[in-house]
């Protein structure tokens, strides 16, 4: 196995995984967009909670496929390495960081409902016709308060609140999403690294940088030899490190 190699590969599956979601979460903003017409009179918007209610319940019909498409980018990687996916497959559902991906999965869907009617809202009271709707969340949908409707709205003083989830958090709801997908895949890749350097007696590593981009974090990591329980690659999101294990023989 090419350390490199499994490493740009890792970055191909992050890719792929979030061409994945993407697709779903445009599937979706476009039936909010749609639906938007049911809640409208003229440039007023009526029963928003309800509005809300029913774009999440569209936003959480995708929850399951978003999992799917993490789960199928990460156990390529048991695919690559050629070992058992148990491992792998007990992750994805394990709890990281406090809550399992699919926890915060549905959390941020629920967001991005209601960023999605946010939108819209800003839409309908700036009179825009539905296909005007249409073509702002299409445009706008991944990230809404810095480049869509709602900052035409401002410009306007109609006030669209932009929602505040703590130190960490975007305000993109699909940004939140796209970064758990992505984080899981390249978690998931490194876990199943190190199933493979153990099974084949590997006793450390060492790390090595997979860009010139400057890190002071990636580069502390490349200064010593790793045993199995330190920092492992991806050390970060966006990480492109990667490890060249070592066996007792070359320790020798």
């Keep these: 196995m090419e350390s490199q190699e499994y490493a740009l590969n890792r970055t191909k599956a992050q890719i792929a995984c979030e061409s994945r979601v993407q697709k779903r979460l445009f599937k979706v903003a476009r039936e909010i967009a749609s639906l938007a017409s049911k809640y409208r009179r003229g440039a007023t918007l009526t029963n928003e909670n309800g509005f809300i209610a029913a774009s999440q319940r569209i936003a959480l019909g995708v929850a399951d496929g978003i999992e799917n498409d993490i789960a199928v980018c990460a156990k390529t990687a048991c695919s690559i390495l050629n070992i058992g996916t148990e491992s792998t497959e007990a992750f994805l559902v394990s709890k990281v960081f406090g809550k399992t991906s ?8 629920k967001n991005f409902a209601e960023d999605m009617v946010r939108m819209c809202k800003a839409g309908v009271l700036m009179k825009y016709t ?11 949908y991944k990230d809404p ?3 869509s409707v709602i900052t ?3 410009k306007e003083d109609i006030n669209i609140a932009t929602p505040s989830y703590g130190k960490g958090v975007f305000h ?3 940004q939140n999403i796209v970064r758990n997908a992505r984080q899981m895949v390249a978690v998931a890749w490194g876990r199943a690294e190190q199933q493979y350097g153990k099974e084949h007696g590997a006793i450390g590593y060492y790390i090595f940088r997979g860009s010139s981009y400057p890190c002071a974090h990636c580069d502390d990591e ?15 999101y966006r990480c492109v ?3 060249k ?3 007792k023989k070359e320790e020798e």
């Design 102 to 109: 699919m926890e915060r999965t549905t959390s941020y869907l």
């Design 245 to 247: 294990f070592v066996y």
């Design 172 to 174: 993109s709801a699909y």
């Design 145 to 147: 308060y810095t480049t």
């Design 241 to 243: 490190c990667y490890v």
């Design 152 to 154: 035409k709205a401002r």
């Design 130 to 140: 539905d296909s005007q709707l249409m073509s702002a969340i299409r445009t706008g």
């Design 222 to 236: 490349t200064t010593y030899l790793h045993h199995f329980g330190d920092p492992f690659p991806p050390l970060h």
